[in-house]
């Protein structure tokens, strides 16, 4: 599967902002998807995943409450919106993919195999 991530840009503290993974190759519905973001300097963290049914999400600690991810079986694609961000929200997110991944295991960076480019977000204050 082929990820392409879109809709990262410039928005000021307390703003919104939806970020898109778009995916195409194989059926999309078998693989679970997670975001991940990366600022510089730091390594790249998990922020959510969401299983592929779409029955069930999961968060980072540092957005739970103003992230939530979606996904679109129609479109194949999946979403991030994003709500009350904050300076410290600022970061290339990524889009991951994996058919194979279990729960324990969808905040783990290495275990997804498939990977979008990345948008960048910036949140200024």
């Known amino acids: 599967v082929q990820l392409q991530a879109s809709g990262g840009g410039l928005v000021q503290a307390g703003g919104s902002l939806r970020v898109s993974c778009s995916a195409s190759g194989r059926r999309f519905s078998i693989y679970a998807m997670g975001w991940f973001r990366q600022a510089p300097g730091k390594e790249r963290e998990f922020v959510a995943a969401?299983?592929?049914?779409?029955?069930?999400?999961y968060y980072a600690d540092s957005v739970k409450g103003r992230f939530a991810v979606s996904r679109d079986k129609v479109k194949n694609t999946g979403y991030l919106q994003m709500n009350s961000l904050k300076p410290e929200d600022s970061a290339v997110y990524y889009c991951?993919?994996?058919?194979?991944?279990?729960?324990?295991?969808?905040?783990?960076?290495?275990?997804?195999?498939?990977w979008g480019q990345g948008t960048l977000v910036t949140v200024s204050s």
């Open positions: 991951a993919a994996d058919r194979s991944i279990i729960t324990s295991q969808l905040m783990s960076a290495q275990d997804y195999d498939y």
């Open positions: 969401i299983s592929r049914d779409g029955g069930n999400t």
